[in-house]
């Protein structure tokens, strides 16, 4: 329980001055690390060496450190968010690293997700899936009661078992084919399972796969790499509603 | 008479908001057309207003620094939302949570602000509800509700203890459809750095865009600020890493007032700070207070081997436990507000009876909960928390009390704006937490979503038809104007300053120096002498600051160091206005203890006779004091009585 100290890590990280330019790994040593600080704490103690040391500090995504926004995006030791399950690389922490470790560190890697510097990648594809139907169609306003519109327990839960996806893109990173089903899916049921969402449910899930293909993510084969991954636990279970609705809506054209 | 004009309509506090919207003036559809409203900051106010304004037809540039609006900070939100719906039967009402938020906010807030605020919360939910966001139901299918910290009644929304992502989601998804339709233009990765004035009245921003480095110019009819507090300032808080003052700062720059800034939240269930290495701090909902039991070892020798880690919670019996909460407030117990059970934590752990290795920190224990209803039913409340608890902690909280201390979560203070939501410069708006309008010295538990979303759904899409509607002859703005180049020229000027130091220590280094002088003299405590050293302090450090910060990498790439060297710059001096604020204000109130202000039983006494005002500061120039206006604060349906939660 209480923190022990590191003395000694090393870490294996890529490097990449922008989108144009190649790539490579460079190693760095660090010391002293709390078992007790988070990895990205432990990058920030490392860039702060870099910076003395008159090195580029390593540009990575992170924000508001409590497992939530999504922003941050690592592949540790080859896993997306690192070494340990349901967390996001903001809640992973130093103790799950052993004494002399190396340490790999990758930005995600997938041809929809470029590299914009370092372990920075564009997400920008997510957004334009989004935005292809992953909302009701109402404006503000104007709108019954919310007491009018009942929805059943389970499906309310299921609903939000679907709508905790946190869009980090961790399930892209995970899948072989880097594909984007886990993301599109968890959307697409979490509208889905609603009332609310009914009337655009098919159009919805018409449009957004059509979107994903085109923005050059890969098929689903039903590995299971991204539910693994996924540090919010969404199922894969989601992936087959998405099919099913897909397939209604191809069916009713 | 104070040049402050808030323009609170007269009437009945019950019917100023109506009566205001039907004497503004509304904008006609053909002419929402030629209009262009530019928002800064995507988060529930921002997102809601600018999916809002889009969809009344007004043509949307929004901006955010993340990679896309879904990560704002208001998606940290984890306990809910607040609304007047009495769907529970338990004599909720607009008044009642009016009433409670007003006494919640230590009476340093407006009150027609503030009912306002009341009034329109039960839309709030039916448009949420009707955009998809899963909210808890109760098995007949209707909307479940919870109570929260400083309430008596049930009237808290929640969607797990996700409600924030969740509600933030539904605001983004009404902007992405905004998004697709053409009506907003979304600039995310971009940085708001100046804002630009023609003619006295704001008409566009100066914005670097992230990646490529690039400073562009972006003009509009008027410009909505929407980029949440100032929380940073502190190094360590509750607050997002990127979250920053900056954007509000440049407004104050241009003549836009700030308004109490020295109103910090502080919010009592955090995970304590442990050892040097740490960048920020994580909060824990508050809605843990509805099961959990807050406690300290009554003996102080246990207390001490608690320190030393001889003995663990579990050897300490109940009769030698504390529960100073239940025993000081029997009534409210471990749900008094925020406020009061962060100071009551913090005098026990001065008092000596902390429980970590620091003496900073208090339990939270849930054996008394799970004794009563078993493990199940708090893991299905709670789970994911306690999760949450052990991956940061590795402390099993179904076995062990969770340890918690207050830290520095929300700014109640921010620019000044009048009923309207407009700030002392024409054409430009703040809302949600940038503003400061809603919550005086302290604000209830699920009310800050309340009001990021009341602004951005509710109130700013009818109040800025009022201004714009007598803009519509004014044709799109020229980004040539020599202002707009001046601006950029006095944006790209700072940060080259900022790069060509190249001293020798790292824009951390100062942030955390600033940060431990904010805790130290500006934090929970404060007093004159300790403040007027505190201003003294900031002033050396940003002297050393301008001297050897050390900023690496390129101006014209993507540059993380340099964007945080730009926000410090600016923290250093919001921490300067926030301590003179401090200074100035010689009351304890909200969750600002001032040590010249307290009974003789050593609580915090506020003084309504002399500080029943809104400080409000005037930027003066660089190196000149700001000037110190106030608009006074009137009470014409609460009586302003000492705040009781025994």
Known sequence: ?????????????????????????????????????????????????????????????????????????????????????????????????????????????????????DLIVDRTAFEKILQAGGFVSVNTGGVPDANTIPVAYEDAE???????????????????????????????????????????AKKRARNMVAKMDELGFGGCTNTGACEVECPKSISITNIARLNREYLVSRLSR | MSILNSKIPEGPLAEKWSKHKANIKVVSPANKRKLEVIVVGTGLGGASAAASLAELGYNVKAFCYQDSPRRA??????????????????????????????????????????????????????????????????????????????????RTFYARGQTGQQLLLGAYQALNRQISKGNVEMYSRHEM??????????????ARDLVSGEIKRYGAHAVVVATGGYG??????????????????QCYKKGAFMANPCFVQIHPTCIPVHGDQQSKLTLMSESLRNDGRVWVPKKKEDAVKLQKGEIGPNDIPDEDRDFYLERRYPSYGNLVPRDVASRAAKERCDAGFGVNAEGKAVFLDFKYAIDRLGKDVIAARYGNLFQMYEKITDVDPYKNPMMIYPAIHYSMGGTW???????????????????FSDHGANRLGASALMQGLADGYFVLPYTIGDYLADEIMIPKI?????????????????????????????????????????????????????????????????????????VPGDLDNLNPELEKAGRVADFLDIGELMARDALDRNESCGGHFREESATEEGEAKRNDEKFTYVSCWEYKGESEEPTLHKEDLVFENVKLTQRSYK
């Open chain 1, 1 to 117: 329980m209480a923190d022990k100290i590191l003395k000694k890590l090393n870490i294996k990280v890529w490097r990449q001055k922008n989108a144009s330019s190649k790539g490579k790994f460079e190693t760095y040593t660090i010391e002293n690390i709390s078992t007790g600080s988070s990895f990205l704490e432990m990058m920030d103690i490392l860039n702060n060496e870099l910076i003395e040391k008159g090195i580029d500090p390593i540009a990575f995504d992170h924000d508001c450190r409590e497992g939530i926004c999504g922003t941050c995006s690592l592949y540790i030791n080859g896993r997306p968010h690192g070494p340990d399950t349901e967390v996001t690389t903001c809640q992973l922490h130093m103790r799950k690293f052993n004494e002399g470790e190396t340490i790999t560190v990758e930005p995600w890697r997938a041809a929809a997700f470029p590299v914009i510097k």
């Open chain 1, 158 to 200: 299921e609903s939000m078992d679907a709508a905790a996806c946190i869009g980090c893109g961790a399930c892209v990173a995970a899948c072989k084919n880097s594909s984007a089903m886990l993301f599109v899916s968890a959307k697409v049921s979490h509208l889905a399972k609603l009332p609310q969402g009914q009337v655009e």
């Open chain 2, 73 to 154: 900070h208001s998606i940290a939100a984890q306990g809910g939302i607040n609304a007047a719906k009495n769907y529970q039967n338990d004599n909720d009402s607009v008044f009642r949570l009016f009433y409670d938020t007003i006494k919640g906010g230590d009476y340093r807030a407006r009150e027609a602000n503030v009912y306002r605020l009341a009034e329109v919360s039960p839309n709030i939910i039916d448009q949420c509800v009707a955009q998809g966001v899963p909210f808890g139901r109760e098995y007949g299918g209707l909307l479940a509700n919870r109570s929260f910290g400083g309430v008596l009644v049930s």
């Open chain 2, 193 to 206: 750095l100046d804002v630009v004035k023609i003619d006295g009245k704001a008409r566009g921003i100066i």
């Open chain 2, 232 to 249: 940073n300032v502190f190094f360590l808080s509750t607050n997002a890493m990127g979250s920053n003052g900056s954007a509000a700062w």
């Open chain 2, 417 to 435: 704006v009048d009923y309207n939501l407009m700030t002392s410069v024409p054409g430009l708006y703040s809302i949600g937490e940038a503003n």
């Open chain 2, 478 to 550: 020229d980004t040539d104007a020599p202002e707009f180049e001046e601006a950029e020229k006095e944006v790209t000027g700072r940060l080259e300053k900022l790069y060509n130091i190249k001293g020798s220590k790292s824009v951390d280094y100062f942030h955390k120096k600033l940060g431990q002088v904010m805790w130290d003299y500006v934090g929970m405590a404060r007093n004159a002498e300790g403040l007027k050293k505190a201003i003294e302090m900031i002033k050396e450090i940003r002297e050393d600051f301008w001297k050897d910060v050390k």
